[in-house]
């Protein structure tokens, strides 16, 4: 089993929808958890830290789910703008680095 | 400015050459990793250095060797390349350590063995 898993997508979506992204992760140590955004032939970059309360930034909202042992990312108001590949990352100290999911590839259409 | 450079953006080169990648970071930042991003875009983590020491290997073959000068410079050296060394190789650094902050990436080294 992968420790972290994305569902690969991928996910055509019209502008203005709704779409959620899981991650699972498979280490119950597990401490700090992320959301990456990669565009095409271009660097990831962090699209936000998700918090054990859940967070928001703006039409981004990040949930976390120790139990189940999953992370979860919902966009809202979809634009042509956020078609991208977005990484799910874990990190646990113990194993001293962070982990990447393999990404979810969303597609925005007008 | 730039946070993260890595030279060459682009490499093309034969089996069986010998071939360097650069970064530097001036962000100040204690760590500083090399990843591998294949065909597929599975981004897998190689190495990381934090203050200039090895702190992960993951698997990698030893005909990869990193060499961490100083803490803002983290160079990729690769003996006697293979076709399934073709791949984008990202490096990125990060505040202190690996687990709670965010990791800045290069631009990326597209490296093409024919």
């Known amino acids: 089993r992968k420790e972290v898993e994305q569902d690969p997508g991928p996910f055509n979506v019209p502008e203005g929808a709704t779409v959620a992204f899981n991650c699972t992760y498979s280490n119950s140590a597990s401490q700090s958890f992320f959301w990456y955004r990669q565009d095409c032939r271009k660097e990831p970059k962090l699209l936000m830290s998700?918090?054990?309360s859940g967070n928001e930034d703006g039409r981004f909202t990040a949930q976390l789910n120790r139990a189940s042992q999953y992370i979860s990312l919902l966009i809202r108001d979809s634009k042509l703008s956020d078609s991208a590949t977005y990484l799910c990352v874990v990190s646990y100290t113990n194993a001293g680095k962070s982990t990447f999911g393999d990404g979810t590839t969303l597609t925005v259409k007008p | 400015d730039t946070a993260v450079s890595q030279t060459p953006k682009y490499l093309v080169t034969q089996m069986e050459n010998d071939k360097s990648i650069k970064c530097e970071q001036n962000l100040g930042h204690d760590t500083m990793y090399w990843y591998k991003q294949d065909s597929k875009k599975f981004l897998k983590i190689m190495f990381s250095?934090?203050?200039?020491?090895?702190?992960i290997n993951e698997t990698v073959p030893n005909r990869f060797s990193p060499k961490s000068p100083d803490k803002a410079h983290l160079n990729l050296h690769i003996n006697s390349l293979e076709l399934g060394d073709s791949a984008v190789y990202f490096c990125?650094?990060?505040?202190?350590?690996?687990?709670?902050?965010?990791?800045?990436f290069g631009p990326g080294t597209r490296l093409t063995v024919t």
């Open positions: 998700v918090y054990s």
């Open positions: 250095y934090n203050n200039k020491e090895l702190i």
């Open positions: 990125a650094s990060s505040q202190r350590g690996w687990d709670a902050y965010e990791q800045y």
